[in-house]
């Protein structure tokens, strides 16, 4: 087991592999991710399993933390993407997720989230974890909101079209 394995009584988080590749590359390809999150330039395996290298696996051996498969416990189908991610463009690690359009509605999003930010603060010793999203991506800010987060500022990030709303932990200065 991984440190950063995780289990929830639905799901299981482990650190990205190659062999995701396959899923991956259909993750970011669909049109939500490409609405919400943005082009990522992943259209072969070879450029998932580039993503996967140079996203994920470079921030767990630089950060020790970054976005993990999440799946189903029961038969273990992938289901999404979900982690603490430390971007240079902001001051805290940003809980990140992505799940596949099919998986929508069924809480995936916000027990995944959850798992993530009580193992940044049990495991990894992180205790303030902000959110930003898309102002039109009504279904992440509700998961926002469900995690405890706030909403603070809109601000323009390198490497994001458009503005991003900025949330942060309710009535809490950064530790």
Known sequence: MHSLDIE???LLLRPLQESDAPFILELVNEPAFLANIG???VHDLAGARNYIEKGPQA???QHGHG???VALRD???PVGIC???KRDSLPHPDIGYAFLARHWGRGYASEAGAACLEHGRARLDI???VGITAPHNQGSIRVLEKLGLVYDRTLNLPGIDGPSLYFVPPGSAPV
């Open 8 to 10: 929830t009584p639905r």
């Open 39 to 41: 082009d990522k330039d």
């Open 127 to 129: 205790h303030y974890v």
């Open 67 to 69: 976005l993990l498969m």
């Open 75 to 77: 038969g273990g189908e």
């Open 59 to 61: 921030s767990y051996r």
């Open 83 to 85: 982690g603490l991610v």
